[in-house]
């Protein structure tokens, strides 16, 4: 029986080269999430109270 499947339509020879692109993705995803860091802003309202001159 021969094989009637043409060479591109195989796939075979892409299957490690998407395996390694979706590694990629997924470890940067990753390292994003796990760097996210959210600061906490502080306003400095001191000199607002003390600048008041009657």
């Known amino acids: 029986m021969e094989i009637k499947k ?3 339509a195989d796939l075979e020879d892409k299957k490690f080269t998407w395996l390694l692109a979706g590694y990629v993705i997924v470890l940067t ?3 994003v ?3 996210w ?3 906490d ?3 400095d ?4 109270i003390s ?3 009657f």
């Open 6 to 8: 043409s060479p591109k």
């Open 29 to 31: 995803i990753m390292f």
């Open 33 to 35: 999430a796990f760097e």
């Open 37 to 39: 860091t959210e600061y």
């Open 41 to 43: 802003v502080k306003v």
């Open 45 to 48: 309202t001191s000199n607002l």
């Open 51 to 53: 600048d008041v001159i």
